[in-house]
């Protein structure tokens, strides 16, 4: 059964900063892979998607993969106190209805102070 | 274009209470997906339609936990005699059912609270 942890658990920057969110899985066939925020009281959106090893950006936010290591990475940059929030990474097998597998990690609480 | 509406907000009950959860996914979209996301954990599937037709429910505690999707458009996840461990955000997505790459969509969730 897929595994995902994301590092750290809360992470705090300045505005302006980089931030960078980690995430690990265990299942090293998976091929959809999608980075997604959660406001408080407020549904999850998605940020980026990667479906190959190498960098894949939308806007300020961009996404590593590297399937040999099981590693996926988002970096945000220029983070606002607007992008204060949960971040969840999720991971799928490589199959069919794969987004109905998708294995969501926990979390990471990042907080951007002003 | 609307994205998915699901309602209530907020639902606060005490055990052995009964409740439903609606949602309205994004027009067009024929699969939906009900998770359940407990506090500071990812959500959980628990079922999910393609069309009116339930495509897997294996998540679904069967005893207590019922969805039906009958026109293939709106939805319903009910709760009979919640118990304390089903406190949890219940989360409504839907896609397209076009291919792997296809992106979830997610309501703002009904935050239940069991007392």
């Known amino acids: 059964q897929q595994k995902v942890q994301q590092s750290p658990e809360s992470l705090t920057v300045s505005e302006g900063a980089m931030a960078s969110l980690n995430c690990t899985f265990s299942d090293g066939t998976s091929n959809n892979f999608r980075w997604y925020r959660q406001h408080s009281a407020k549904g999850l959106e998605v940020l980026v998607s990667?479906?190959?090893?190498g960098e894949k950006e939308e806007g300020r936010f961009t996404a590593h993969l590297n399937r040999a290591n099981l590693h996926v990475s988002l970096h945000i940059r220029e983070p606002q106190p607007s992008d204060s929030a949960v971040y969840l990474c999720?991971?799928?097998?490589?199959?069919?209805?794969?987004?109905?597998?998708?294995?969501f990690g926990k979390g990471t609480k990042l907080s951007v102070k002003s | 274009e609307a994205g998915v509406t699901q309602s209530p907000r907020y639902a606060v009950l005490q055990e052995g209470q009964a409740v439903s959860f609606w949602c309205d996914p994004i027009?067009?979209?024929?699969?939906l997906y009900w998770y359940q996301q407990p506090r500071d954990q990812g959500p959980q599937l628990l079922v999910y339609?393609?069309?009116?037709?339930?495509?897997?429910n294996s998540q679904l505690p069967s005893d207590r936990f019922s969805a039906v999707r009958p026109k293939g458009t709106n939805s319903t996840l009910k709760i009979q005699s919640a118990k304390q461990g089903d406190t949890a955000t219940y989360l409504c997505?839907?896609?397209?059912?076009?291919?792997?790459?296809?992106?979830?969509?997610f309501g703002a969730g009904t935050r239940l609270s069991v007392l």
């Open positions: 999720a991971v799928s097998p490589n199959s069919g209805g794969s987004n109905a597998k998708l294995t």
């Open positions: 027009s067009g979209h024929d699969t």
């Open positions: 990667i479906f190959s090893d």
């Open positions: 339609f393609r069309d009116e037709a339930v495509i897997d």
């Open positions: 997505a839907s896609s397209d059912w076009g291919g792997f790459q296809d992106t979830l969509y």
